[in-house]
């Protein structure tokens, strides 16, 4: 898989990426941005063509990778027609760039924890240490719902700039 993640990193390829044991339906689509030994970072677009976020995940949540589908052909023309460019701005893959990132960004994300195949928590990073982060954790109808310190060993996929996520961030302005 490692071979695969980092020939279609460097090739620029649109992918998708098969992660969720539980409903192998499921699968994301993106470019793989970065990637090394460990993880990789995801430039994901929807069904529709249009960005949809960034996400890290270990490489060993990843059991299946696809290229070159129909269903890719199709979501490269949807991607064209909405103007929108990759924006290959990730030199590194780790999960603590991505976390400095979201955190100075003061943006929302989402926790896949202990390769649960379910969005666990969203919410604003506060604070960040070697071994855990903390977050005010944000409900899905944008309202605060408490704080969380989590154990960054048990993260296994990282999501902001998100459908999702960018809607908690509306929610959450009032």
């Known amino acids: 898989m490692l071979k695969k993640l980092k020939k279609i990193c460097a090739n620029k390829k649109l992918c998708e990426i098969y992660h969720?044991?539980?409903?192998?339906?499921?699968?994301?689509?993106?470019?793989?941005?970065?990637?090394?030994?460990?993880?990789?970072v995801l430039w994901l677009i929807d069904r529709?063509?249009?960005?949809?976020g960034i996400s890290w995940i270990l490489n060993?949540?990843?059991?299946?990778?696809?290229t070159n589908t129909e269903y890719l052909k199709a979501c490269h023309r949807l991607l064209e027609y909405n103007g929108l460019e990759v924006m290959y701005t990730f030199?590194?893959?780790?999960?603590?760039?991505?976390?400095?990132?979201?955190?100075?960004?003061?943006r929302i994300c989402e926790l896949e924890l202990c390769a649960s195949d379910n969005t666990d928590v969203s919410g604003y990073i506060t604070a960040v240490s070697k071994t855990?982060?903390?977050?005010?954790?944000?409900?899905e109808y944008g309202e605060y719902d408490g704080d969380t310190v989590i154990d960054k060993s048990?993260?296994?996929?990282?999501t902001f700039d998100s459908?999702?996520?960018c809607k908690l961030e509306i929610l959450n302005k009032k």
């Open 20 to 40: 969720n044991v539980d409903d192998t339906s499921k699968f994301m689509v993106g470019y793989v941005l970065a990637c090394n030994d460990n993880d990789a």
């Open 48 to 52: 529709y063509g249009h960005f949809d």
């Open 60 to 66: 060993g949540e990843i059991y299946r990778i696809n």
């Open 91 to 106: 030199s590194e893959s780790s999960l603590e760039d991505i976390i400095n990132r979201v955190h100075s960004g003061g």
């Open 132 to 139: 855990s982060i903390s977050l005010k954790v944000v409900n």
């Open 154 to 158: 048990r993260i296994s996929i990282l």
């Open 163 to 165: 459908t999702d996520t």
